[in-house]
């Protein structure tokens, strides 16, 4: 049963560029949540989706980033125009669909290692 | 918004010893997970706890759920070299914040051989 995976693994974008971060959840997942994580900082929340729908998004900055889950294909995680506070590690993890709260045991990818030059 | 504390920010221990790392949170949570990640990695569950007083183990890994519902700490006995990582504490509280984990800021640990 394949985990959680996280494409790219490494990103290098130059400022004002578009990054696109993918995660396809564990099968059976149905709940997609991403976190940023800065290098020796613990990992922040971003935003929680299900198919089709954004659930909660209060961790997300308000401009440049924004998050979907298609019925088909992975989720993707897009920012426009980034800049070099960007820079950081983004990881996405799944929970199984128990609930509207699914359950409290998220299972992360490897993630997405992102760098603005 | 929610906070937690972990502690202590780095250990370095021998071979053999026994660790204690700890989280505690100005707020109550009702679901606490500890995750170690090693380096270029993403965090892997280690121990998840659902209820107060709770005190789970796996394999030499033993966490407890505190009773006020605002703290959790992890050990480890007997440490080994792949013991070496960080360690995260995570909650969360469903009422308020659905699946959303809080994560601690880790604990580095090195174990010399």
């Known amino acids: 049963n394949a985990g959680v995976m996280q494409n790219p693994r490494h990103l290098v974008r130059r400022r004002g560029q578009e990054a696109r971060l993918r995660c396809s959840p564990m099968k059976g997942h149905s709940h997609v949540y991403w976190y940023r994580q800065l290098p020796e900082e613990g990992l922040k929340f971003m935003v929680y989706l299900q198919k089709e729908n954004i659930i909660d998004e209060s961790g997300m900055p308000k401009e440049r980033f924004s998050a979907e889950f298609p019925k088909e294909g992975p989720s993707i995680l897009r920012i426009q125009q980034v800049v070099r506070g960007d820079s950081a590690a983004y990881f996405c993890?799944?929970?199984?669909?128990?609930?509207?709260w699914g359950t409290g045991e998220l299972f992360f990818g490897e993630g997405s290692r992102l760098t603005v030059l | 918004g929610q906070q937690l504390n972990q502690s202590p920010q780095s250990m370095f221990i021998q071979e053999g010893e026994d660790v204690s790392m700890n989280c505690t949170s100005s707020s109550i949570f009702n679901t606490w997970l500890w995750y170690k990640q090693d380096p270029g990695e993403g965090p892997v569950l280690l121990i998840a706890?659902?209820?107060?007083?709770e005190l789970t183990s796996n394999g030499r890994l033993t966490a407890q759920f505190g009773i006020t519902r605002k703290d959790s700490f992890l050990n480890i006995s007997a440490s080994i070299p792949s013991d070496v990582g960080i360690y995260f504490c995570?909650?969360?509280?469903?009422?308020?914040?659905?699946?959303?984990?809080?994560f601690g800021e880790g604990t580095q640990l090195t174990v010399n051989p």
């Open positions: 995570a909650g969360q509280l469903r009422e308020t914040s659905g699946s959303r984990l809080t």
């Open positions: 993890a799944s929970s199984p669909n128990l609930g509207v």
């Open positions: 706890l659902y209820k107060a007083g």
